[in-house]
């Protein structure tokens, strides 16, 4: 089955399952949830293995993102460093499932797989623990640069300490086998799919029980106004070190799970731009959202690779231009949705959602004159940039 | 892991020393150019740019088609400018402004999308045949002797233009009506609506602005990188370090910290020991300066601090 | 709840015309036609024996190269150069009588994305091999899996030696001279011939960099005075050369192993501080490249003469420096005839690789055997196979064991009037 197929059946079911005017209120959620749910458990049967391989990734980047949004969408920090505690994750992963003598007090012989995601998961959380003290003197951009510098760095040490790291050639590890009882049933993609989906699902389960908790509600009183959050007698500063802390340890769990997904980790593995990317990811999928992160991971993934091919697709669009600059179209394709959908593809389905089935068919009728619309204002605004000089306001502004 | 320790550079070689503080500064000298860019975009709309290096990258490579044509240099870069102002002003118009009302974030991600755009434009236009280009200097690349190193007339050219920038922005920003109105805008665009300044006019003034010192500094760093679509990248990363560590909103602040950026990377390279530091950490270790920094006095050196607000 | 209803149907048609088109634009996913394993009566090759990527109109090869990202711009004539010339081959007749077709994808330089390629080429567009693949961080993410399904690897754009380690990787096939043999090679010709000196070495700190320097003073006879490394994504790399100006004793060889842009930063230096010691270079620095930016705006003549005197390896042609070889003339023809990038380094290179697949699949047709394992065999059977864009005497032969493609270099001296000499009879075999 495509992909498109599968996406656009599952978003289908789900939206009406959410929608249906048979089910009360309160089921709705949970209907469009497990519809959701079946589609991913049906995957393995639907899709190849490279579809298989890029939903495995998907799951990845969505324990990431969910971790991100904890910090960024609810609780208002922003980072851009957050590659550096997946790769924090992914190498202690490594270190641990590598065979070779690396470290004097650690034993020798490879550790059980899932014990070395819980141990990336509990080192970058440590981590993300020491990094949120010095984090709350600072905000706004200065964080962000603060916490860029981080993932800048990382590569260079990793390649200074290659005792420990395998230097730029990075660590190869042996993937774990299917559980006993199953090698010859899954094959590995399927495994693999397997593994990373459920531990997506039970992070998401975490995320979703905590933000709906006193922490989660703290989060936000903390990013809506720390004075009023204080004067509710909640302690920001422990409130702001426990985001910073959860984010890491989201991104670490992730991290592990990419070093087990590849078989392989290199310093290269997580970039600048993948690090600045995740921030991306939140933002077009939608802020404060679990969705949100799911959305946003599956773009951070297929946008690359199906992107320009669909643009390509598109009538008057050249097929040679989008093979020439396929990451013109995926620049732009951020731009737009970034610009059609300030809140995000969360923020647009709950749009929807509270329009209701009515609602929906409005909104989707009217998208092409709303278009219309939009680009008629652009073209005017175009018109007044070609008509009026920035400078003549100068002399206007002096006179006043 | 070895336990003997490679010997640093000696302190006492006083030329070493001196060749490595005025390198740092030649160098410092760039990052502080960029970084004025930065910090500009930042005074006067209160964003961080991330397309900025990819902005001055396109502007430098079309100058690049010019000098081919046979513009002399010294056109060439005040084409530029008046080409960066454009584009500049032009983003803002048509996809910045549209996020006007959206989250902060969603600008900054607006933009990502913009730096992936640019970036693969230019290696459609220009990566056929041989990369990098050279980009010509009107400064030239003459030698000239500080008694314990020498430098180039290029990178004194850059010092000087960074300081007149600087300058010209200090004045800009705190002796006109016009400065005044712009920052007005950055802090609080309802208040300065409603003072009588076109919010719009000014954003778009100052994103035009900012884009003309970011395409002047891609065309001055671009004779020393060489021309490739992504030369502005690091030297972009280099320049946000050293905003931060002079203050986003200071201009002066922006030079300090470019050159302390560029000293402190060359003096962490030579003088501590090879086997566990050197060279190789000399990234990391001037960014750790850098944190240290600011969780001393958070808005950098010479920033303001941020008065928050209940 | 029957107001409620009829806007809920219209819903799901609207759903529904989304998912048809969202089908129509996904359906290329499937539309892989199995090759047909047992060749028609029409066919011309009837005893051909096929299994996967090869049909008896078409060769399918896949490839992924970074098309995003900041190393995007320099590599960007390698893939449209081998496309080209498989159009020139294709416009010949083809290689048995099938049309070569190059599927190439984009990896943005890195590993996780790298396998993801290789999973969709191997498994949804069913290539018959991979051919090209370039760079260290995508092959080090790929090629284990690609060797686990039995797809051909070859000719991989790197110089790496892991990747020629046919005991670990049997299905890969290393292209470039590795940068262990090249680092030997230049060591041993210092040793010979520039006997008693000692060296400063400036190296990139990557596995490129590291590889070419350890090999260089494991070979060295002489005394390293000093070694400063650079970052490749580094501004300026003057502090480095400061100290390696100011080591005591003084340097008198200068090994480089950096990038083009990276050693013309170092003759900017050296030219400024009057700082003259004997440069001994990687081949990565092909001397017109080079020339063309130390050269600056005076042109490629001027920057010959500041770089002359340079010892440095070859293995390709040079499209300045020998623009009159009728092979240079003939890639620029076939270049300019079916629409490939303008000649450069690069292109030279890329017609080099294309060729030697083009004779792999010759001798798996002459074999009539287009397997996967007809064509791996095919690869492993080359001897002395010359490709036009190589230096006379550089041949490749493969092997079993020898999964290293050019294993040959020649130590040239760069000259003021922009030819390379020749610093020995023959070019060095690495061991």
Redesign the interface.
């Known amino acids: 089955m495509s992909i498109w197929l599968f996406l656009g059946l599952l978003a289908a079911a789900s939206l009406s399952a959410r929608m249906m005017p048979a089910l009360p209120g309160r089921y709705r959620v949970a209907a469009a949830v497990l519809v959701a749910v079946a589609f991913f458990v049906m995957a393995p049967w639907l899709l190849d293995g490279y579809r298989l391989f890029q939903l495995s990734r998907v799951a990845i980047w969505v324990i990431v993102a969910m971790g991100l949004n904890i910090l960024t969408g609810y609780n208002g920090q922003i980072s851009l460093g957050h590659g550096a505690f997946v790769m924090i994750g992914a190498y202690t992963a490594a270190i641990l499932l590598d065979n070779h003598e690396q470290v004097g007090f650690v034993d020798a012989s490879p550790w059980p797989f899932w014990t070395t995601i819980i141990a990336g998961g509990v080192l970058a959380g440590a981590l993300g623990f020491l990094l949120g003290f010095p984090a709350l003197r600072l905000t706004g951009p200065y964080l962000a640069i603060a916490t860029l510098a981080l993932v800048i760095s990382l590569p260079s040490m990793v390649r200074k300490y290659d005792g420990l790291t395998g230097g730029s050639q990075g660590l190869i590890i042996s993937q774990p086998p299917p559980p006993p009882g199953l090698e010859d049933s899954l094959s590995r993609d399927e495994w693999l799919y397997i593994l990373t989906a459920l531990v997506a699902a039970v992070m998401l389960i975490i995320a979703w029980s905590i933000l709906r908790g006193p922490l989660g509600r703290a989060f936000v009183a903390v990013r809506e106004s720390e004075v009023a959050a204080a004067a509710m007698g909640i302690n920001v500063a422990r409130t702001k070190v426990a985001a910073f802390t959860i984010s890491a340890f989201y991104a670490g769990v992730a991290g592990a799970l990419l070093t087990v997904l590849l078989g392989v980790m290199t310093p290269e593995s997580v970039d600048i731009v993948t690090s600045i990317n995740f921030l991306t990811a939140i933002v077009i999928g939608g802020l404060a959202s679990i969705l949100g992160a799911i959305i946003g991971a599956l773009v951070l993934v297929l946008l690359p690779s199906d992107g320009p091919g669909v643009v390509a697709w598109l009538p008057l669009i050249s097929e040679d231009a989008v093979n020439q600059a396929p990451g013109a179209i995926q620049g732009l394709l951020v731009i737009v949705v970034a610009l059609l959908l300030p809140y995000g593809a969360a923020g647009a389905y709950h749009r929807l959602v509270r329009a209701g089935p009515a609602g929906a068919v409005a909104t989707l009728t009217s998208l092409p004159s709303r278009a219309r619309e939009r680009a008629l204002t652009i073209r005017e605004t175009l018109t007044w940039a070609w008509q009026e000089t920035p400078w003549s306001h100068t002399r206007s502004g002096r006179d006043r | 892991m070895t336990t003997t320790l490679l010997t640093p550079a000696p302190w006492d070689d006083w030329q070493l020393f001196g060749e490595q503080v005025i390198s740092g500064l030649a160098t410092g000298s760039v990052y502080a150019l960029v970084a004025l860019a930065v910090v500009l975009i930042y005074r006067s709309t209160d964003v961080v740019n991330f397309a900025q290096g990819e902005m001055a990258m396109l502007v430098t490579f079309s100058m690049w088609s010019l000098t081919l044509a046979g513009f002399p240099a010294w056109t060439v870069l005040f084409i530029g400018i008046a080409l960066g102002f454009a584009l500049g002003g032009f983003i803002e118009r048509t996809i910045i402004r549209p996020a006007e009302n959206s989250p902060h974030l969603t600008v900054v991600v607006v933009t990502l999308g913009l730096f992936v755009f640019l970036n693969s434009i230019a290696t459609w236009i220009w990566a056929q045949g041989e990369l990098p280009k050279v980009f010509p200097t009107p400064f030239g690349f003459d030698s000239v002797n500080l008694g314990v190193a020498r430098v180039t007339t290029h990178s004194i050219g850059i010092s000087a233009v960074a300081l007149a920038i600087m300058a010209g922005l200090y004045l800009l920003f705190n002796r006109t009506s016009l400065g005044l109105a712009m920052r007005a805008t950055a802090q609080n665009p309802h208040a300065a609506r409603l003072m009588g300044i076109n919010v719009g006019r000014m954003l778009m003034l100052g994103w035009a602005l900012a884009s003309a010192v970011g395409a002047l500094a891609g065309m001055l760093v671009a004779p020393v990188t060489f021309l490739y679509p992504a030369f502005m990248l690091s030297v972009l990363l280099y320049a946000f370090a050293a905003a931060v560590l002079g203050g986003l909103d200071s201009p002066p602040g922006a030079i300090i910290g470019g050159f302390a950026v560029g000293v402190a990377e060359n003096l962490f390279g030579t003088y501590t020991p090879d086997d566990i530091l050197g060279p190789e950490m000399k990234l990391p270790l001037t960014l750790l300066l850098l944190v240290i920094v600011l969780l001393i006095k958070p808005s950098g050196l010479l920033g303001r601090s941020q008065v928050r607000r209940v | 709840?029957k107001a409620?209803?009829k806007?809920?149907a219209?819903?799901?048609i609207?759903?529904?015309v989304?998912?048809l088109v969202?089908?129509?634009?996904?359906?290329?996913?499937?539309d892989d036609e199995e090759p047909s394993s047992t060749a028609s009566t029409e066919s011309p090759s009837a005893e051909l024996k096929t299994d996967v990527g090869v049909s008896d109109t078409e060769i399918k090869l896949g490839q992924h190269i970074v098309?995003?990202?900041?190393?995007?711009?320099?590599y960007?004539?390698v893939a449209p150069t081998m496309e080209a010339y498989f159009d020139y081959i294709n416009s010949q007749g083809g290689v048995c009588e099938r049309q070569i077709k190059l599927i190439s994808e984009?990896d943005?330089?890195?590993?996780?994305?790298a396998?993801?390629?290789a999973?969709?080429l191997a498994?949804?567009d069913k290539v018959a091999a991979f051919v090209g693949n370039l760079g260290t961080?995508p092959n080090?993410?790929s090629a284990?899996?690609i060797n686990e399904q039995g797809v051909p690897d070859l000719f991989l754009a790197t110089g790496?030696n892991?990747f020629a380690d046919a005991s670990t990787l049997p299905w890969t096939i290393l292209f470039n001279p590795d940068y262990a043999s090249e680092g030997a090679i230049l060591a041993s010709y210092v040793n010979e011939n520039l006997a008693g000196k000692s060296a400063a070495i400036l190296y990139q700190?990557?596995?490129f960099g590291?590889t070419g320097r350890d090999a260089f003073v494991d070979a060295f006879e002489g005394e390293v005075v000093a070694q400063?490394?650079?970052?490749a994504?580094?501004?300026?790399i003057?502090?480095?050369l400061?100290?390696l100006r100011?080591a005591s004793p003084a340097a008198e060889i200068l090994y480089v192993y950096a990038t083009?842009?990276f050693t013309?930063?170092v003759y900017?230096y050296m030219?400024?501080?009057d700082w003259t010691p004997q440069v001994v270079m990687s081949y990565v620095n092909s001397a017109s490249?080079l020339a063309?930016?130390v050269?600056?705006?005076a042109g490629p003549a001027e920057g010959f003469k500041k770089i002359a005197g340079a010892i440095s390896n070859n293995y390709i042609l040079d499209p300045v420096a020998q623009a009159d070889d009728p092979a240079i003339q003939e890639h620029t023809k076939i270049m300019a005839d079916n629409g490939g990038?303008?000649v450069?380094?690069?292109t030279v290179y890329a017609q080099a690789l294309a060729e030697t697949v083009v004779q792999t699949l010759e001798i798996a047709c002459e074999n009539g055997d287009m397997t996967r394992q007809g064509i791996m065999d095919a690869a492993e059977s080359i001897q002395g196979f010359h490709p036009s864009m190589l230096l006379e005497g550089i041949d490749i032969t493969l092997g079993d064991e020898d999964h290293s493609a050019i294993q040959a270099l020649q130590p040239v001296e760069i000259q003021a009037d922009g030819t390379l000499k020749p610093l020995t009879d023959a070019p060095i075999e690495a061991d």
């Open positions: 709840m409620a209803f806007p809920f219209t819903l799901g609207l759903l529904a989304a998912l969202g089908f129509a634009c996904g359906g290329d996913d499937d098309k995003t990202g900041s190393l995007a711009a320099v960007a004539p984009d943005q330089y890195a590993p996780a994305a396998l993801e390629m999973k969709k498994e949804q961080p080090s993410g284990q899996y790496v892991q700190n990557d596995d590291k400063e490394s650079y970052e994504t580094a501004t300026d003057n502090s480095q400061a100290n100011n083009p842009a013309a930063r900017a030219l400024q501080n490249t063309a930016l050269g600056g705006e990038p303008p450069g380094n690069l």
